[in-house]
């Protein structure tokens, strides 16, 4: 299977998913799955979030911006 390429996969939630990482026998739980949440900004723009199984958002806006927010899972010893 090739690296992650972001043209080929919508996400890398799904990239996984196709090398068939982590497959659970009775399949994918929700808990596996890409999140995906839809609204409009304040000044009517519509978004889409896609959270995937690592808990990396993208968001991607009708203006064409797309914002990336990498969750690198570091947290001090009081959890936050």
Do not use: C, F
């Not at 996984?16 to 000044?43: C, F, M, V």
């Not at 979030?49 to 001090?76: A, K, P």
Request: glycine share 12%.
């Amino acid at each position: 299977m090739p690296e992650y390429d972001p043209s080929r996969w919508p996400s890398y939630g799904a990239y996984l998913r196709d090398k068939n990482i982590h497959a659970r026998p009775e399949g994918w739980s929700h808990a596996t799955r890409d999140q995906r949440t839809q609204g409009r900004r304040d000044d009517g723009a519509r978004w889409q979030r896609v959270r995937d199984q690592l808990g990396h958002d993208t968001t991607e806006h009708s203006d064409g911006r797309r914002d990336v927010r990498i969750n690198l899972g570091l947290r001090g010893a009081d959890g936050n």
